[in-house]
């Protein structure tokens, strides 16, 4: 960081250099890694209250609006929130596709609106996946 930038933690690197965090940004890779081939623990179960887990109305999925949330017990696609990027095992789940036109899953109408709705809503931005067998 340049000398004159106000930083709030006034972290220097082992060179003297003032050095700062850029909040929300991250690094994702496609190298073989360890964490790719953690599991992710699943404990809820979409058969136990399946109102938890509302259908989009312009696409056939349930949403699952937070990563801790995602049933051990459900099968068919799920929309699932950006963050779930940092816990992904191609091993555990397929990435069908992603909202907003980023990545439109083949079986979405091509006439409709890539913006998740549930209940007439939009929904932030959501990563399509399904669990492997």
Known sequence: MPEEYESKTGERDKYGRKISKVPAIAWYTNLD???????????????DDP?????????????????????????????????FMDKYNPEQFELVGCSYNYGRPKEWPEDTDMAPTVGGKNLYKRLFIRRRA
């Open 33 to 47: 890694i360890d964490k790719r081939h953690e599991d992710l623990i699943l404990y809820r179960r979409y058969a």
């Open 51 to 83: 109102s938890k887990y509302p259908h989009y109305d312009n696409y056939d999925a349930i949403e699952v609006s937070k990563v801790k949330d995602i049933p051990e017990d459900y099968w068919g696609v799920m929309g699932v929130p950006i963050t």
